[in-house]
């Protein structure tokens, strides 16, 4: 295929006159830049350009981005705030426990703490419900007694929580 080609290419070469041979060299030189210019050089500059013009708008909308970024740091560490203490703590726990459909026996200020006090409670809804304040009003739990009943999943519990910011 090779050798058919290249004879092909030889016999039109060889037909031609040195003036046509002279065209058709500066005319195939002449379109191989204008295909390299068209295919790889303009649409690279064509990019720069839309790129330096842009390259400003771009800069300032990270600013602006960064800007926001360290404000909502800012503000996340504020919203933080301070955790409810004693009677404030007791009144949210109590209504916490009711919006969970937990009925504590007994909810107490004891020092910085708040002592609860369940029977036949379940035992996952108050596991659930103890993530839940823990994030919402930043307690931990200081001491916990949990009783298992006979029935699966019950329990009797007396649990003391405090604000995680004692230690």
Do not use: C, Y
């Not at 209504?95 to 107490?108: E, F, I, K, M, R």
């Not at 659930?128 to 009943?149: G, I």
């Amino acid at each position: 295929m090779k050798a058919e080609l290249a004879q092909s290419w030889a016999g039109f070469w060889a037909q031609r006159t040195e003036r046509e041979k002279m065209l058709l060299t500066w005319g195939g030189a002449v379109l191989g830049v204008v295909i390299a210019w068209s295919v790889l050089w303009s649409p690279a500059q064509d990019g720069r350009a839309h790129l330096r013009e842009s390259l400003p708008t771009m800069q300032l909308k990270l600013a602006q981005m960064t800007a926001q970024a360290n404000e909502a740091r800012q503000l996340s560490a504020a919203a933080q705030g301070v955790a409810p203490t004693g009677g404030a703590l007791k009144d949210a726990l109590t209504a916490s426990l009711n919006d969970h459909g937990l009925a504590p026996t007994q909810v107490q200020v004891i020092g910085n703490a708040v002592q609860i006090q369940m029977k036949n409670a379940s035992f996952p809804a108050w596991t659930s419900w103890v993530d839940d304040v823990r994030k919402q009003f930043k307690v931990q739990v200081a001491e916990a007694h949990v009783t298992a009943l006979k029935e699966d999943g019950q329990v009797d519990l007396t649990a003391s929580l405090q604000p995680s910011t004692v230690k």
